[in-house]
T-cell receptor
């Protein structure tokens, strides 16, 4: 068990470019979450998958954001036409489906800087 | 909406002194409550959780938290701070049947030798 891994760890991009982040959850976990964390704030929920189905989306997830989990394993989060306000740490977490115990296993995050 | 409030973004504590981090929640029903910790360059990890069993919850690394419904609080304590406790601590809440956590703004703990 190697834990939740995220790639890339850091991404610097220019405003208007598209970026994609990848998350590989713990292999036996069928729930996967994306959160966003900005400076001085706690993580904010973006979206949640159970297997390949995207079951919840936050109002924070504008039309420029899209998340997928095509085979119920890894997930990608794409941001189109990035804006400076998108600069943040994007966190991925996974959990098992034995009820919701609140124990999420987080990756180390992908830090996005939009210039 | 359910939320948590953590006061004082930065907390300095002397090594060996009591660590006290405050968390108050807003909820119309008894929630599930959590404390997560984030060490430098690591992902968040669960420190402890309250799920309506015992009101005093013990976690890892000597931390504990007490659920007080009358005060809508879930404060985190550790009797004696260690240098390795330097980290950011987040209180979080989720209502029954919800799969998302709502986090507080966090407390950055600095331990002074």
């Amino acid at each position: 068990d190697t834990g939740v891994s995220q790639d890339p760890r850091h991404k610097i991009t220019k405003r208007g470019q598209n970026v994609t982040f990848r998350c590989d959850p713990i292999s036996e976990h069928n729930r996967l979450y994306w959160y966003r964390q900005t400076l001085g704030q706690g993580p904010e929920f973006l979206t949640y998958f159970q297997n390949e189905a995207q079951l919840e989306k936050s109002r924070l997830l504008s039309d420029r954001f899209s998340a997928e989990r095509p085979k119920g394993s890894f997930s990608t989060l794409e941001i189109q036409r990035t804006e400076q306000g998108d600069s943040a740490m994007y966190l991925c977490a996974s959990s098992s489906s034995d009820g919701f115990t609140g124990e999420l296993f987080f990756g180390e995050g992908s830090r996005l800087t939009v210039l | 909406a359910q939320s948590v409030t953590q006061l004082g973004s930065h907390v300095s504590v002397s090594e060996g002194a009591l660590v006290l981090l405050r968390c108050n929640y807003s909820s119309s029903v008894p929630p599930y409550l959590f404390w997560y910790v984030q060490y430098p360059n690591q992902g968040l990890q669960l420190l402890l959780k309250y799920t309506s069993a015992a009101t005093l919850v013990k976690g890892i690394n000597g931390f504990e938290a007490e659920f007080k419904k009358s005060e809508t609080s879930f404060h985190l304590t550790k009797p004696s701070a260690h240098m390795s406790d330097a980290a950011e601590y987040f209180c979080a809440v989720n209502p029954y049947g919800n799969n998302r956590l709502a986090f507080g703004k966090g407390n950055q703990v600095v331990v002074i030798p």
